[in-house]
């Protein structure tokens, strides 16, 4: 049995859920079986869907990774990330809207996108980096145990300019260590660790910031152990989890909710654990709450380590995956599928060490689109929920106008009194903080192409002779589609591509006439 490192803030015991667990379906995983050899800690999600991996570990996917490694969407290993040296103990990592890539832990590296360290930055801190996070204007926040960033005392949370150097105006100071930082809409920072002093302020493992860094003295709901993950929602409630069993003065173990006031949200109800500790959440934008520890259902015994929350709290029976031990970090795809890192030999029945993949049981759903004057990003069920949001448009994909950041309204995000010219490119981007503490983050993006027909399936030029199907499809002449089918609406196959023209393109289904019943979509290609 392999030996484990225990870090504060990260390690969970067994979570016990009243009721029991035994009559949901079980979650299935996919084919993405990287393995490493030690413990996964930290994941971020590149808008091209390779993903970084972060935690101790000597080897992923089969090679030598110091710590820190990047797998293509299939779970093989990316070999032109290149990244030399490094600690061997990477806690944190966050995606710049730049494309550059910070790797947070005993010590703090950017990265090229290529994984070649940026030798230009210089205002490292002097010890571990859990929790890293963008802002809307670039700057970038940090949170740990550190006592100096850039030569200059900051003491478990500092700032860091989009380059790099230090912000010389941001310094609240903290007594103990920083774990998870979320940045609401409005700027302001929510800082959970395990500390009882905050810019000047008395408080208790909890506390917010206004952007300048001082204190917001209206927010202290305090509790009675450290906090190990915040997230902002998007309609600006504060979820936190952590080790407690008080928030706000009143009980609520391991789990709960604040207003955007700091007062305990009395509609999130959820079903208290038994366990030492929360390690993880991930919101899904329809409301629902992915939660990671240790759990176990209290009939059968079994071991889950993830389940997923109602938006009101009570448990979704509809969500568990059996492992063999805990998973610590969980981070969403935009595509709605989980991906899981910890401690591990197993995962929802299948060989996986240390990291995989789940299929998630609610699809995830996105959609952008402008009407002349306002561009809309609609996002539901199992997609990423995003803190924030900004739009940009190109004439060819790869200059970039940006728009601004746009609202909230229900189901999405919205940006009025804009306006992009016919056959230019739509961007919507939105940022996600997830894995270990909370404490890595990425953006999701979505593009589409404005002014021009969508892509559409025209049934009327269906075709079943010989008990094959066929269909018309139609959009914007020149676009390349690649045409999916799926038994299940979870595994899809790419059975065909063609590019557009001025009339629709016949396609027919290429499998016999025996072939079971199956979906289809069809996807753009770049």
């Not at 010590?107 to 002097?126: V, W």
């Not at 106008?401 to 940006?415: F, N, P, Y």
């Amino acid at each position: 049995m392999k030996a484990r490192v225990i870090r504060i803030g990260l390690i969970c015991g067994a979570l016990v859920w009243p009721g029991g667990l035994a009559p949901a379906p079980a979650q299935t995983v996919d084919d993405f079986a990287p393995e490493a050899n030690w413990e996964i800690d930290s994941i971020a999600v590149q808008p091209d869907g390779k993903i970084l991996v972060g935690g101790i570990f000597g080897k992923l996917g089969g090679a030598a990774c110091n710590g820190m490694g990047r797998l293509n969407a299939d779970g093989t290993l990316d070999t032109t990330f290149s990244r030399a040296g490094g600690s061997g103990d990477t806690a944190s990592l966050a995606v710049q809207s730049t494309g550059a890539i910070w790797a947070g832990g005993p010590i703090l590296a950017l990265l090229e996108q290529s994984g070649a360290i940026n030798i230009s930055y210089t205002s490292r801190p002097n010890r571990n980096v859990a929790t890293i996070v963008e802002q809307a204007d670039g700057k970038i926040l940090i949170g740990g145990s550190f006592t100096m960033a850039g030569g200059q005392a900051r003491n478990g949370i500092a700032r860091l300019n989009a380059d790099g150097s230090l912000d010389q105006d941001f310094d609240p100071g903290t007594d103990g260590t920083v774990l998870s930082l979320a940045v609401q809409t409005d700027g302001k920072i929510v800082v959970g660790g395990a500390y009882s002093v905050m810019a000047g302020g008395l408080l208790s493992n909890l506390g917010r910031l206004n952007p300048d860094g001082s204190l917001d003295s209206g927010f202290t709901p305090g509790t009675d152990n450290q906090v190990t993950c915040v997230v902002v929602q998007a309609d600006g409630k504060v979820l936190v989890g952590g080790n407690f069993s008080l928030l706000n003065g009143q009980e609520q173990r391991y789990i709960g909710r604040l207003n955007a006031d700091g007062t305990l949200d009395a509609d999130f109800q959820p079903t208290n654990p038994i366990c030492s500790g929360i390690c993880s959440l991930a919101v899904q934008a329809d409301g629902r709450i992915l939660v990671a520890g240790f759990l176990m259902d209290p009939v059968t015994f079994q071991s889950y380590s993830i389940g997923r929350l109602n938006p009101d709290g009570s448990l979704d029976s509809t969500f568990q995956a059996k492992v063999d031990f805990v998973i610590s970090a969980i981070a969403l795809q935009a595509d709605g599928k989980v991906l899981v890192g910890g401690w591990f030999s197993t995962l929802a029945g299948q060989p996986r060490t240390d990291i995989g993949r789940l299929y998630n049981n609610e699809a995830a759903a996105s959609s952008l689109t402008y009407d002349g004057s306002a561009v809309t990003w609609l996002r539901g069920g199992s997609s990423p929920e995003v803190w924030r949001s900004s739009l940009a448009w190109s004439a060819d994909g790869t200059n970039w106008v940006e728009l601004g950041e746009a609202a909230r309204i229900d189901g999405g995000w919205q940006l009025a009194g804009v306006s992009i010219p016919a056959g230019a490119v739509a961007r919507a981007r939105g940022w996600i903080t997830g894995a270990g503490n909370n404490g890595s983050s990425w953006f999701v993006e979505s593009q589409q192409v404005v002014g021009q027909p969508a892509i559409l399936c025209d049934e009327t030029q269906s075709d079943i002779a010989a008990g094959q199907y066929g269909f018309g499809v139609s959009g914007m002449p020149g676009q390349v589609v690649a045409i999916q089918a799926s038994p299940d609406l979870r595994q899809w196959t790419t059975i065909g591509t063609t590019t557009l023209g001025s009339t629709p393109a016949q396609f027919m289904d290429p499998a016999p006439p025996s072939a079971p019943a199956r979906f289809y979509r069809l996807l753009v290609l770049p």
